[in-house]
């Protein structure tokens, strides 16, 4: 079965400092893996994705994530937090083969950034 | 602004009561999801709609009910309401385009009393 492990309900890193939100998932054939961030009473907004290609993804906001498949990891990170980056993160991954196009969300890591 | 629509943002239910949350999307996609959000559960799928005319359950169906009502709207209902039921609500849609990236509604807070 699918599954997506945030093993960290909270990161907490100061104003400057690099930033690491781990991942870690299951998937029985190659996966698309995908973060989210959602702010305080917000939908979900789109990070980045890996489909394909360069194990290193970059996406929005500065944030960016490796690829790791012998370790099965998708760790999101940035060199440097801002406070503003402070949200809720979700990883997800789709199996290819799946139908639907359903995605596996893990359950969230709570990033808090201290000035 | 294209995106996926949802109403309403809140509600507040009592115990028995049935309604129906209404999400539309206007990017053309295929699939359409509901799931919802419970602090330290992450996000659960309900039900989806891999195309128009189809619907499937996700990992928690029991209590909904879902409609596809064409290809731009898909409809979840609470038939009886129940306090579990207390949750944020997020639809979304997804197509190849995209590769299957989601984009979501922003939520329906729904309290049940």
């Known amino acids: 079965a699918q599954s997506v492990a945030q093993p960290e309900d909270q990161v907490n890193v100061a104003e400057g400092n690099p930033l690491t939100v781990k991942c870690t998932y299951s998937v029985s054939g190659n996966p698309y893996l995908f973060w989210y961030v959602q702010y305080p009473n917000r939908g979900l907004q789109f990070l980045l994705k890996y489909i394909t290609g360069d194990n290193l993804v970059k996406g929005s906001y500065g944030f960016e994530a490796e690829f790791n498949k012998s370790q099965t990891s998708f760790h999101l990170k940035k060199p440097s937090a801002l406070v503003s980056d402070s949200a809720l993160y979700f990883c997800a991954v789709r199996d290819r083969g799946n139908q639907g196009g359903k995605l596996i969300f893990g359950q969230g890591t709570e990033l808090s950034v201290k000035p | 602004n294209a995106g996926v629509t949802q109403t309403p943002k809140f509600q507040v239910l009592k115990t028995g009561q049935s309604m129906t949350l209404q999400c539309a999307q206007d990017?053309?996609?295929?699939?359409m999801y509901w799931y919802r959000q419970d602090p330290g559960m992450g996000l659960r799928l309900i039900y989806y709609?891999?195309?128009?005319?189809?619907?499937d359950k996700g990992e928690v169906p029991n209590g909904y009910n879902v409609s596809r009502l064409n290809k731009r709207e898909f409809s979840l209902r609470l038939e009886s309401a129940a306090p579990s039921q207390t949750s944020v609500y997020f639809c979304?849609?997804?197509?190849?385009?995209?590769?299957?990236?989601?984009?979501f509604g922003s939520g329906t807070r729904l309290t049940v009393v």
């Open positions: 709609s891999a195309s128009e005319g189809t619907t």
């Open positions: 979304a849609s997804s197509g190849p385009r995209t590769n299957y990236g989601y984009t």
């Open positions: 990017m053309n996609h295929n699939s």
